[in-house]
């Protein structure tokens, strides 16, 4: 689906406010709400929209500590992944992303403190395929996702 100039707008208005009415970002753009509804639509049904979500503060759930979690894993010959197995079943990883290059993973964790990344990092070392971790802690969020749209 090609998205027109009409279309990123509306989309940087709802990254901006998830909530934001359809005649409220109608009023922003000079268009018409029933206009915008339709373009909503469009794009959630062609899948450009795939759903919409509430950001929150982790320091206030308990999660303060921001860890980038760089993994290098040896393939396991007839046995299923352990390690993404693990990245989809622990809560304080909040992405984990196969990458190409030198590492094989790239995780994004969320902890309560020092010594629950450190616990973490002690699961995910006693894996039988991964061979490495090196971890930085994230010291200042410069932006981040759920922050506004962009192209």
């Known amino acids: 689906m090609e998205l027109d100039h ?23 753009l000079g268009m018409s709400g029933p206009a915008v509804y339709a373009r909503v639509r ?13 950001v929150t503060d982790p320091a206030a759930l308990g999660s303060p500590l921001l860890a980038i979690v760089r993994v290098t894993t040896r393939p ?3 046995e299923g992944d352990s390690f993404e197995a693990m990245a989809l079943a622990e809560p304080r990883v909040v992405a984990c992303y196969d990458v190409d290059g030198e590492d ?9 403190s020092p010594e629950d990344l450190r616990r973490l990092l002690l699961r995910i070392r006693s894996l039988p395929q991964v061979i490495r ?5 994230a010291l ?12």
Do not use: F, W
Request: hydrophobic share 45%; net charge positive; proline share 2%.
């Open 104 to 112: 094989s993973y790239v995780l994004i964790a969320r902890c309560a």
């Open 6 to 28: 009409l279309d990123h707008e509306i989309l940087a208005r709802l990254g901006q406010d998830g909530r934001a009415t359809h005649a409220a970002i109608a009023r922003e």
């Open 133 to 137: 971790t090196v971890s930085s802690i």
């Open 76 to 78: 396991l010959v007839g």
């Open 140 to 151: 200042v969020t410069v932006k981040e996702p759920g922050a506004g749209a962009s192209k």
């Open 42 to 54: 469009r794009m959630e049904l062609s899948g450009v929209i795939r759903g919409y979500s509430v």
